[in-house]
């Protein structure tokens, strides 16, 4: 059971476009981190957010919280090839036996062409 | 302040073997988080250790152990391992238990 669904599974964009990263769950979760990974390494932390509604900005990247705190979605302005990568999101469920567990989405492989 | 670092970074065994994973968290962070991430997934929940006992565990067999010292670094254990097994393994580390974590940068296990 996926209980966090990413989409789209593949990006491939030019460089200088837009693009959004959806999270969707049908669970209710205390917060939701998203993460950068390079092929071979671990997860890079890029921002955490725990409040329904919530809208954090990180340079050209905007990650907001849905209101009932079951989805996200990571919006990249003005996309440079840096930014190419597999992005993950992840939530995490507070109390009883999840505490401490992060659930991951599959993860989107986003490549950004020069 | 020093990252999470993880040893070995690869490593290959055969069906059947035992294989020690180690861990050192990030400097004054007491929890230790497992992951295991097959190709092309996301990384699964293995356990959690906080404060030397374990924390919390996903869906995993009992050959999958692990182990927290009292500096918080952490050992994973796998035994009779499969081929299924063959996948990068995460250390990721917090402050007691916070849903924030930081991960390493993994150890490649292949089995054959």
């Known amino acids: 059971t996926q209980l966090l669904k990413q989409s789209p599974q593949f990006l491939s964009i030019q460089e200088g476009e837009n693009l959004t990263v959806y999270c969707n769950s049908s669970?209710?979760?205390?917060?939701l981190q998203w993460y950068r990974q390079e092929p071979g390494e671990g997860p890079v932390l890029l921002v955490t957010v725990v409040t329904g509604g919530e809208v954090k900005k990180l340079k050209r990247l905007t990650f907001q919280f849905g209101d009932a705190r079951k989805d996200s979605s990571l919006h990249i302005t003005a996309a440079q090839t840096g930014d190419t990568g597999l992005y993950l999101c992840a939530g995490a469920k507070a109390g009883g036996t999840s505490y401490g567990k992060l659930t991951f989405g599959q993860g989107t492989i986003l490549t950004v062409h020069p | 302040e020093t990252g999470v670092t993880q040893s070995p970074t690869h490593l290959i065994k055969t069906r059947g073997q035992q294989v020690t994973l180690r861990c050192s968290s990030q400097?004054?962070?007491?929890?230790v988080s497992w992951y295991q991430q097959a190709l092309g997934q996301g990384p699964q929940f293995i356990f959690q250790y906080y404060r030397e006992e374990e924390n919390g565990r996903g869906n995993f067999p009992p050959r999958f152990s692990g182990l927290q010292f009292p500096n918080y670094s952490s050992e994973l254990n796998v035994n009779a391992l499969e081929l299924d097994d063959s996948a990068l393994y995460l250390c990721?580390?917090?402050?007691?238990?916070?849903?924030?974590?930081?991960f390493g940068p993994g150890t490649r296990l292949l089995v054959l």
């Open positions: 669970s209710v979760f205390s917060s």
């Open positions: 400097s004054g962070h007491n929890t």
């Open positions: 990721a580390s917090s402050l007691d238990r916070a849903e924030t974590q930081y």
